[in-house]
């Protein structure tokens, strides 16, 4: 009796399996052209599953490349940041954690306001003050931008992997890049 149960659930399996097949041989509209979105572009396949039943899916024939100045500015930033601190061999942790207490990643930050002279004494990613940017673009014969982000961060991981650490003592402590 077992064996007659068994050959009659198999014969319901496959009359399903054929059924299915049917169906969607029958009911799917096959797909053509060239699909692009803003990933890359595609063409319409048909695959076929190992049970048989046929399925159509988007095939990837060109992605498309994303370039860094399409990236909104604070994954720019935080690359810059992450390959910077690569580079000159830091911590890349701290190193990116300096700058967001620094600046918050804002590359037009102001900082240090002097309410005697009115003016604010720090400026950028890294908050460089005026005179320590001269001083150690003299040192290190850097010719960076006072106002330009990249140049900040290559000049302060420059002084910070030679030991200057301390130029940033209040992030440099909240970091724990200071002990």
């Avoid at 911590?91 to 306001?113: M, Q, Y």
């Avoid at 850097?142 to 330009?148: D, V």
Wanted: hydrophobic share 40%; with cysteine.
């Amino acid at each position: 009796m077992k064996p007659i149960i068994i050959l009659g659930f198999v014969l319901i399996i496959v009359l399903l399996v054929i059924l299915i097949q049917d169906v969607s041989a029958q009911g799917f509209t096959e797909k053509e052209g060239l699909v692009e979105n803003e990933r890359g572009w595609f063409v319409w396949k048909k695959f076929t599953l190992h049970s048989g039943i046929p399925y159509w899916a988007l095939e990837i024939i060109q992605p498309k490349i994303v370039q860094a100045s399409e990236l909104p500015l604070q994954d720019r930033i935080l690359n810059f940041l992450d390959y910077t601190a690569e580079k000159y061999g830091l911590n890349k942790k701290r190193f990116i954690a300096l700058a967001k207490c620094e600046s918050n990643f804002i590359p037009t930050a102001k900082g240090d306001w002097r309410s005697e002279t009115g003016e604010y004494l720090a400026n950028g990613l890294f908050q460089w003050h005026r005179r320590s940017w001269d001083k150690y673009s003299k040192v290190y014969s850097f010719k960076g931008n006072y106002e330009n982000w990249q140049d900040q961060a290559i000049l302060a991981a420059t002084v910070i992997r030679d030991g200057g650490i301390k130029n940033w003592w209040n992030c440099g402590k909240y970091t724990g890049a200071i002990k």
